[in-house]
């Protein structure tokens, strides 16, 4: 069946842009995770989703960062006014139940801020 | 202390040798763990479930120490193939909530 999904695969924009990540979790999946890595480094936990809520929103690293999930499905992941440090590779993953930790993962997006 | 600390590696190994990693953990109460692999610039994927009992698959087999709070990866008859970067989750969480946390992970090189 379909996997995880994530558009765009590449984006690059310019420092104070905002941009739009969007993850299609695989279908009936009740949770969803994002998780951003930069190169060489280990996978930076953001927010999770138990259907449509966020129960732990401390993951995200400043209030430019914000996500959402409607649906239980398509949830995106929105940073404003993006700087440079936010370059990495934005990872999402869904499970079918929360509490389990078998994750299954997208190709991730590839941002890059100029 | 780490929550969730692997010995980054890398760890090259002759093809066709046996190789073992271990990852620890801080929280007691931990309540499941995994491992997973990750390819240069791919996404993990989630490689094996380590149960209280330990499981095998295959040439892969995973061990869980509560006592001494680690988790252990053991890979058999390694292969080219097997190159890639291991990452131990460990779920915090309690019934009602995820707390997932990943280890930096240990490179695995597997040298012909």
């Known amino acids: 069946g379909a996997g995880v999904s994530q558009s765009p695969s590449n984006k690059v924009t310019e420092k104070g842009k905002d941009v739009e990540l969007r993850c299609d979790p695989i279908?009936?999946?009740?949770?969803l995770y994002w998780y951003r890595q930069s190169l060489g480094q280990g996978l930076e936990f953001l927010i999770y989703?138990?259907?449509?809520?966020?129960p732990d929103k401390s993951g995200l690293p400043s209030d430019r960062f914000s996500a959402e999930r409607t649906g239980g499905s398509v949830s995106t992941l929105t940073i404003q006014r993006t700087q440079q440090e936010d370059s990495a590779v934005y990872l999402c993953?869904?499970?079918?139940?929360w509490g389990v930790g078998e994750q299954y993962f997208g190709p991730g997006t590839r941002l890059t801020v100029t | 202390r780490k929550e969730v600390e692997q010995d980054p590696g890398p760890f090259n190994v002759p093809e066709g040798a046996t190789v073992a990693f271990n990852c620890t953990y801080s929280?007691?109460?931990?309540?499941?763990f995994f491992w997973y692999r990750q390819d240069c610039r791919k996404e993990p994927k989630l490689l094996m479930s380590?149960?209280?009992s330990g499981n095998e698959d295959g040439r892969f087999t995973a061990q869980l120490n509560r006592a001494s709070q680690y988790i252990s990866l053991l890979i058999r008859d390694s292969k080219l193939s097997d190159s890639a970067t291991y990452l131990c989750?460990?779920?915090?969480?309690?019934?009602?909530?995820?707390?997932?946390?990943f280890g930096k992970g240990t490179r695995l090189h597997i040298l012909p």
């Open positions: 989703f138990q259907g449509n809520s966020a």
């Open positions: 989750v460990v779920n915090e969480g309690s019934n009602r909530d995820d707390k997932i946390i």
């Open positions: 993953a869904s499970s079918p139940l």
């Open positions: 380590v149960y209280s």
């Open positions: 279908s009936g999946h009740t949770a």
């Open positions: 929280n007691s109460a931990s309540q499941s």
